[in-house]
């Protein structure tokens, strides 16, 4: 049997993978590994530990840390056996990083790397995914236009360290732009890339949110913005095609205290799903890691990984920065919805 190991007890590994895998796979033996102590859970303070009494064939290890040690900690655990891996983002600090993810996955024989890909296990997603297929057949992407915004007031994180990052191109942003790779295909251009501090955290420039706007290959446009100092909480998706008349809206599931989506369509009533894509994403690993048959998720390529992630490094080494955010802010609610 697999036995998991999570590197890193801090809020991804804790909070989201943990509590995860807690719901779809209650039995799943799980160990963390962490220099500081753990007292509820299974804990060792080192890898080494954990191969005194597993092997390291029989592992799959989700990458919790920081990210500067991300491509290390998989570079030395590869050299030592372990063959399955989940990978939380930004997955790489560095393009020469992303090159040396790529070619482990080409080169090491039986080496699975499945970065979390969150949006493109929504339930709700899957209307936008329909609507894009629909746009696009028989047609380019000319007209089609993706919104994604996320908003949220992320104070007491960045002043506490929770997360283990203050920038906007670490939070949500990486996701938004898998899901924009994942739902439009190749980007050729960026077309605008801002950011802006937040009050509390002057020292990082992109502290208080970011925006971006991409032109696809097929002539899709994406807008992409991510407001850490938001009064309210939300995460929305509209999609538009030709004069705006065919449109389609997503409301993403808020937390994990508040696990539902919601659809609209222009002429469809409205439909709500339970939605817990990340217990989605995780199940379908473990069936990857275990191989097992009749998998229906949508697999994400692990090229539209690295794509993501080497547009996000480039944005944000390019990005304009604004001095305030009180008229950067592009937040989706200020534009009316369709129909």
Not at 113 to 130: C, E, G, K, N
Not at 279 to 286: K, P, Q
Request: net charge neutral.
């Amino acid at each position: 049997m697999l036995t998991t190991v999570i590197m890193g007890a801090g809020v991804a590994g804790r909070e989201l993978h943990h509590r995860s895998l807690r719901r779809v796979r209650p039995d799943q033996p799980v160990v963390f590994v962490d220099p500081v102590p753990q007292q509820d859970v299974p804990w060792v303070p080192d890898f080494d530990a954990f191969t005194e009494r597993n092997r390291p064939s029989d592992a799959v290890v989700h990458i919790c840390t920081p990210t500067p040690t991300h491509v290390p900690i998989l570079g030395e655990l590869i050299e030592r056996g372990v063959r399955r891996f989940v990978l939380e983002k930004p997955i790489a600090s560095s393009s020469a990083e992303l090159d040396l993810l790529g070619n482990w996955v080409a080169e090491v024989p039986d080496l699975t790397i499945l970065p979390m890909a969150v949006w493109p296990y929504s339930a709700a997603v899957q209307t936008a995914r329909d609507f894009v297929r629909l746009t696009l057949a028989g047609s380019d992407g000319d007209g089609l236009v993706l919104h994604m915004a996320q908003e949220k007031f992320r104070r007491v994180d960045s002043t506490r360290n929770r997360g283990g990052t203050t920038s906007a191109f670490d939070v949500e942003l990486p996701h938004q732009a898998l899901l924009a790779r994942h739902l439009l295909g190749p980007v050729d251009e960026v077309e605008e890339a801002e950011c802006w501090p937040a009050p509390w955290a002057a020292h990082d420039p992109s502290s208080g949110g970011a925006r971006l706007r991409l032109r696809h290959r097929n002539g899709a446009v994406s807008h992409l913005s991510t407001d850490l100092a938001a009064a309210e909480r939300r995460r929305h998706i509209r999609l538009t095609a030709g004069t705006g008349t065919r449109w389609c809206e997503v409301g993403l599931p808020l937390s994990r205290d508040r696990p539902w989506s919601r659809v609209r369509r222009n002429g469809m009533p409205q439909l709500r799903y339970d939605d817990r894509p990340i217990d989605a994403f995780l199940d379908h690993a473990y069936g990857a890691f275990e191989e097992r048959a009749g998998l229906t998720s949508p697999t994400v390529p692990f090229d539209h990984h690295i794509d993501a992630a080497d547009l996000i490094l480039t944005v944000r080494a390019a990005a304009r920065r604004i001095r305030g955010a009180d008229d950067a802010r592009t937040v989706l609610h200020d534009t009316p919805s369709p129909g």
